[in-house]
């Protein structure tokens, strides 16, 4: 899993300690991700199912995309197809991922790139891996997250951004055990953030754990918290509830975060990998139709209709 990583973390800026008077979020669930595939058949593991949408806000759908270890020609990606109302935010860790969109977005990642398209009004776009991929094959893991908007943003002009991992402030926990990759947002008492540029506030990082390492967040009051656990093994909350790979872990109100790793990790995740999630509450209806997020189920139908008279834009030549 080499995302972004440096040589020595004791180099790095701390993670802001939480006030004295932070109050620890308690755990409110633990739920397994079920397994499933997407686009043209690449597994996932789908990280937000059975959890109430309003526990979500505002996020409403996140995929783990692998791990796999793909054969040679074995590599997929997704066919062209649309989307609005909401944001992509593609974030990769292992492998090589191509982006293209209807209104001129478009780009490579790897390693610990994230690529965050705003939808908006109405977008067509295509995700694949590259042709050097598909040729060798080799190893394949990311998310995709959905980031709503509210009603006033939803038919916003469409928006690309290419995010390099290099960009990410990396920073590590108290205790030198844990590397922390800030990809959007801010922690409460630090003044950097993310390169993310997010039309719904909120924050999104990506930390790995050594075995024994303990990481405590300060976290936005007002935001939501969940954490998703893409390998290895801790513990979440004041209780030091156990967690591993392929769970989501919804917390209660509070302002700090606390999670741990395992002193024992098994071979194939040596350390505790989890992605931390939180954003301001949209607090508006969710009607959600496919690729479509928007407040009423008559929107919903209009971008159906809107995307068959072909007012989402065109799908790019072959040669450009």
Not at 258 to 281: E, F, I, K, N, Y
Request: aromatic content about 6%; charged content about 20%; proline content about 8%.
């Amino acid at each position: 899993m080499p995302a972004v990583t440096v040589a020595d973390i004791t180099t790095l800026a701390r993670v802001p300690e939480p006030a004295a008077a932070a109050v620890a979020r308690p755990v409110r669930s633990v739920t397994d991700a079920p397994s499933g595939f997407e686009g043209e058949g690449f597994p996932v593991r789908r990280a937000f199912a059975g959890v109430d949408l309003a526990d979500l806000d505002p996020f409403v759908h996140l995929d783990q995309m692998g791990e796999v270890e793909y054969a040679p020609g074995e590599p997929r990606g997704t066919a062209w197809h649309p989307h609005r109302g909401f944001e992509t935010v593609t974030y990769l860790i292992d492998g090589t991922f191509e982006h293209q969109d209807s209104h001129g977005g478009g780009g490579v990642i790897t390693d610990g790139d994230t690529q965050w398209m705003t939808a908006g009004g109405g977008i067509l776009h295509i995700e694949r891996p590259s042709e050097k991929l598909v040729a060798s094959g080799g190893l394949f893991h990311g998310l995709q997250l959905w980031v709503n908007l509210p009603r006033e943003l939803k038919r916003v002009q469409p928006h690309y951004q290419d995010l390099r991992g290099s960009d990410a402030v990396v920073l590590a926990s108290g205790d030198g055990g844990a590397l922390v990759r800030l990809i959007a947002g801010s922690l409460p008492g630090s003044d950097v953030a993310g390169p993310g540029s997010t039309r719904t506030p909120m924050a999104m990082l990506h930390a790995s754990l050594s075995p024994g390492a303990r990481l405590r967040l300060p976290w936005p009051a007002d935001f939501n918290a969940l954490l998703y656990v893409l390998g290895g093994a801790g513990t979440v909350g004041p209780d030091a509830r156990p967690v591993r790979t392929g769970q989501l872990v919804v917390f209660g109100a509070g302002s700090t975060l606390t999670v741990s790793g395992a002193a024992g990790q098994d071979c194939r995740h040596p350390t505790l990998d989890v992605v931390v999630l939180g954003g301001a509450p949209i607090r508006e209806p969710v009607a959600w139709g496919g690729p479509f997020v928007m407040n009423t189920r008559a929107e919903v139908l209009e971008a159906f209709d809107d995307f068959q008279r072909g007012r989402f834009g065109q799908v790019p030549s072959a040669g450009g």
